[in-house]
């Protein structure tokens, strides 16, 4: 009886990490390695077993040249094209002429703007600007229509 109280508690004290939306909770029952420190609530992971997990994963990839990769594995693009494009830009926007912020942090990040047909890079806009575009289908004729419609 006694190891099904223990199972109820353990439980009862998960379902309170829960409750109270808690990171970790504690436990008396060991880990497969023998560790009693609290555990993980997402994936009931125990914390010791974790350092040592980290111990031997390779160091993360600099978020800059995670970019560079992913750049030139879209775009044919490397880092310094998008720097050299960047600084050909004055660090605004081709169309709403607005300067650009740093990526990733809002609206005013620079975003590649491309053909969808040839993949051709045409510049940097901001994401309003990419927004745009991406609404009137990149149709010149629509955008046109648009501009007599808001000169009207």
Not at 14 to 32: F, R, W
Not at 45 to 61: D, F, S, V
């Amino acid at each position: 009886m006694l190891g099904g109280d223990r199972n109820r508690s353990i439980i009862w004290i998960e379902k309170t990490a829960i409750a109270q939306k808690a990171k970790y909770y504690t436990s008396n029952k060991p880990c497969l390695r023998g560790h009693t420190s609290p555990r993980l609530l997402s994936g009931n992971k125990c914390l010791e077993c974790e350092k040592e997990r980290n111990k031997t994963r390779p160091p993360k990839i600099d978020p800059t040249k995670r970019y560079g990769r992913a750049i030139k594995h879209k775009y044919g693009l490397t880092i310094e094209q998008y720097n050299a494009l960047l600084l050909a830009q004055n660090n605004c926007c081709r169309i709403c002429i607005r300067p650009f912020t740093e990526r990733g942090s809002n609206n005013d990040a620079p975003v590649i703007d491309h053909c969808h047909t040839t993949n051709k890079i045409r510049g940097l806009i901001c994401h309003r600007c990419n927004k745009g575009l991406g609404a009137f289908e990149d149709n010149v004729q629509i955008l046109y229509n648009a501009i007599s419609y808001l000169q009207s």
